[in-house]
């Protein structure tokens, strides 16, 4: 991939007007995505007492974060952030509340637990969608703009290793239900947050009057099928890496200490990808590159599935890391370039879904495949089917806009554009359950 030699500075991101307020207080909300999926998973194990129903309510929790997310982005676009998020937030935080006085103690009837954590997933804020439009809207030009996906991007990726760690501070000193509590609190300070910033203020919903043809979902799905697809693969990847790195492991006898430092240079090689790719002006095609980089993740997986020793292994998946999170940005970027402003939070929202869904697919694959093949051929049909999926990137005229100077729909309004007034909305973790 050619580059031009100008460096952009990820400072003039954080130098856009009320960037730094929007972003954090987003980041502070999308924080409860890696702290309440754990301490619910812990608060009902401890109060059911049984793993397996641990295991079908979280089953529940994640499907309903993952299969309503675009018709939560949907509510977005058509009614804005503030009019949107508010009703969802106190949804959300209704069925968590609910849900902690059900697991303080133990005998929680399961048809309750499932019904409310099922509930409390169909209704939470999609604050990283909403974040994603608002850096559309605000960023001066497509350079920028894949500048603040990159700091988007690396940013969750911190959030889903704290989110955690975190939850394992709390249940050293309290019962788990606390982590409940404390993802609620943070999800509805950062949202509370977010609506109330003048860049998020700035943001208009649809006109009502504007066609319904460009807000269906299957239309909106058909015109992003692309990083749609290339994202499942991404994700695919990641939920296969998980167990495979533990069976790999265990083959040779190191212990989960081993598996969790292989990991964490796969999250690291993330991160440096990331910041690289936003720091560098691509002359290339944002489809080109997608292609490029799901060809560069399939073959580091196909090398890992060759490594002789652990180290080996490290290697290789820290190499494989370095394309994930271009790749999930970059995908976000083709998407918010194939619509029109109306679904702008829709679209980011199915690339999200694809990802997720894909983690999901990947993790039950892998465990399928290793109890049938060695664990290097699990890895190289892993790197199989990320190239597969990321191959087809179909060449088609953009509706993109000029980023800089927009207006209208989830553009900016000239107040906010200004600076001068308020104005009239991954990589993705392995492990995230929420629409991050």
């Given at each position: 991939?050619?580059?031009?030699?100008?460096?952009?500075?990820?400072?003039?991101?954080?130098?856009?007007?009320?960037?730094?307020?929007?972003?954090?207080?987003?980041?502070?909300?999308?924080?409860?995505?890696?702290?309440?999926?754990?301490?619910?998973?812990?608060?009902?194990?401890?109060?059911?007492?049984?793993?397996?129903?641990?295991?079908?309510?979280?089953?529940?929790?994640?499907?309903?974060?993952?299969?309503?997310?675009p018709a939560r982005a949907a509510l977005i676009d058509r009614y804005g952030p503030c009019r949107a998020l508010v009703p969802l937030l106190l949804a959300h935080l209704t069925a968590l509340g609910?849900?902690?006085?059900?697991?303080?103690?133990?005998?929680?009837?399961?048809?309750?637990?499932?019904?409310?954590?099922?509930?409390?997933?169909?209704?939470?804020?999609?604050?990283?969608?909403?974040?994603?439009?608002?850096?559309?809207?605000?960023?001066?030009?497509?350079?920028?703009?894949?500048?603040?996906?990159?700091?988007?991007?690396?940013?969750?990726?911190?959030?889903?290793?704290?989110?955690?760690?975190?939850?394992?501070?709390?249940?050293?000193?309290?019962?788990?239900?606390?982590?409940?509590?404390?993802?609620?609190?943070?999800?509805?300070?950062?949202?509370?947050?977010?609506?109330?910033?003048?860049?998020?203020?700035?943001?208009?919903?649809?006109?009502?009057?504007?066609?319904?043809?460009?807000?269906?979902?299957?239309?909106?799905?058909?015109?992003?099928?692309?990083?749609?697809?290339?994202?499942?693969?991404?994700?695919?990847?990641?939920?296969?890496?998980?167990?495979?790195?533990?069976?790999?492991?265990?083959?040779?006898?190191?212990?989960?200490?081993?598996?969790?430092?292989?990991?964490?240079?796969?999250?690291?090689?993330?991160?440096?990808?990331g910041l690289l790719n936003g720091a560098v002006a691509w002359r290339r095609p944002a489809r080109v590159r997608l292609a490029l980089l799901a060809l560069g993740l399939g073959l580091a997986l196909?090398?890992?599935?060759?490594?002789?020793?652990?180290?080996?292994?490290?290697?290789?998946?820290?190499?494989?890391?370095?394309?994930?999170?271009?790749?999930?940005?970059?995908?976000?970027?083709?998407?918010?370039?194939?619509?029109?402003?109306?679904?702008?939070?829709?679209?980011?929202?199915?690339?999200?879904?694809?990802?997720?869904?894909?983690?999901?697919?990947?993790?039950?694959?892998?465990?399928?495949?290793?109890?049938?093949?060695?664990?290097?051929?699990?890895?190289?049909?892993?790197?199989?089917?990320?190239?597969?999926?990321?191959?087809?990137?179909?060449?088609?005229?953009?509706?993109?806009?000029?980023?800089?100077?927009?207006?209208?729909?989830?553009?900016?309004?000239?107040?906010?554009?200004?600076?001068?007034?308020?104005?009239?909305?991954?990589?993705?973790?392995?492990?995230?359950?929420?629409?991050?």
């Amino acid at each position: 991939m050619s580059a031009i030699s100008t460096r952009p500075s990820y400072a003039a991101v954080l130098r856009i007007p009320y960037a730094r307020r929007t972003f954090a207080t987003a980041l502070l909300g999308r924080l409860s995505y890696g702290v309440v999926p754990l301490s619910v998973m812990l608060a009902v194990t401890r109060a059911s007492g049984s793993y397996a129903v641990a295991g079908t309510v979280m089953a529940l929790f994640g499907a309903t974060v993952v299969l309503l997310a675009p018709a939560r982005a949907a509510l977005i676009d058509r009614y804005g952030p503030c009019r949107a998020l508010v009703p969802l937030l106190l949804a959300h935080l209704t069925a968590l509340g609910l849900l902690t006085v059900a697991v303080w103690r133990p005998g929680a009837p399961v048809f309750v637990l499932g019904s409310l954590t099922a509930f409390a997933g169909a209704c939470v804020p999609p604050l990283g969608p909403t974040m994603r439009a608002v850096w559309s809207g605000i960023a001066e030009d497509r350079q920028q703009l894949q500048r603040a996906y990159s700091l988007d991007g690396v940013a969750e990726e911190l959030l889903f290793v704290s989110g955690p760690l975190l939850v394992g501070v709390l249940a050293g000193f309290t019962v788990p239900a606390v982590g409940i509590v404390v993802g609620a609190a943070l999800m509805a300070a950062g949202t509370a947050g977010f609506v109330t910033s003048p860049a998020v203020r700035g943001m208009r919903p649809a006109a009502p009057s504007a066609p319904r043809g460009t807000g269906g979902g299957r239309r909106v799905l058909g015109r992003v099928r692309g990083p749609v697809g290339a994202a499942a693969g991404v994700g695919l990847a990641l939920g296969s890496l998980d167990l495979l790195v533990v069976v790999f492991a265990g083959q040779r006898g190191h212990g989960g200490a081993s598996v969790a430092w292989v990991l964490a240079a796969l999250s690291a090689g993330s991160a440096v990808g990331g910041l690289l790719n936003g720091a560098v002006a691509w002359r290339r095609p944002a489809r080109v590159r997608l292609a490029l980089l799901a060809l560069g993740l399939g073959l580091a997986l196909l090398g890992a599935g060759l490594a002789p020793g652990l180290g080996t292994l490290t290697l290789a998946l820290t190499l494989a890391g370095v394309f994930v999170s271009p790749a999930v940005t970059t995908a976000y970027l083709i998407a918010d370039e194939a619509v029109t402003p109306e679904v702008r939070v829709r679209a980011g929202a199915w690339v999200n879904t694809a990802t997720n869904a894909g983690s999901t697919i990947g993790a039950a694959g892998a465990g399928v495949l290793a109890g049938h093949l060695p664990v290097g051929a699990c890895f190289a049909l892993t790197g199989v089917a990320v190239l597969l999926t990321g191959a087809f990137q179909p060449v088609r005229r953009s509706r993109a806009r000029p980023v800089q100077g927009r207006s209208g729909v989830w553009g900016r309004s000239p107040q906010v554009r200004d600076g001068t007034g308020e104005g009239g909305g991954g990589v993705l973790s392995r492990r995230r359950s929420g629409p991050a």
